[in-house]
């Protein structure tokens, strides 16, 4: 089974800014989308952005767009996501997700990280 191992959660203050890590132990086919979820306190789980294998397709949630940029390194089995201006909003546990099956946007994941805290004050 894949296993995705997440990094790089922290607390910051608004308007500062995260990158967070996802390595995958190896990859189960030649095309696959990977992406981060997150699920905040009362609030359910939502996606935040996708990527193709490839690295050259990106999907953005409107919440986020603009703010955070997801990227990928297949020689090291690594996504990332950089986040700028982040705001109290975005405070949520962060999940590394793939999905074998889709193209950019991981829809229904087999595969997620352990979570990692984000948490942004005003």
């Known amino acids: 089974q894949v296993r995705l191992v997440e990094s790089g959660g922290g607390l910051v203050q608004a308007g500062g800014s995260l990158r967070l890590s996802c390595v995958a132990s190896?990859?189960?086919?030649?095309?696959?989308?990977m992406g981060w979820f997150r699920q905040a306190p009362g609030k359910e789980r939502e996606i935040v952005a996708g990527i193709s294998w490839r690295g050259d397709s990106t999907y953005y949630a409107d919440s986020v767009k603009g703010r955070f940029t997801i990227s990928s390194d297949n020689a090291k089995n690594t996504v990332y996501l950089q986040m700028n201006d982040l705001e109290p909003e975005d405070t949520a546990v962060y999940y590394c997700?793939?999905?074998?099956?889709?193209?950019?946007?991981?829809?229904?994941?087999?595969?997620w990280g352990q979570g990692t805290q984000v948490t942004v004050s005003s």
């Open positions: 190896e990859r189960t086919s030649s095309t696959y989308a």
């Open positions: 997700a793939l999905d074998p099956r889709a193209a950019v946007v991981p829809v229904e994941p087999d595969y």
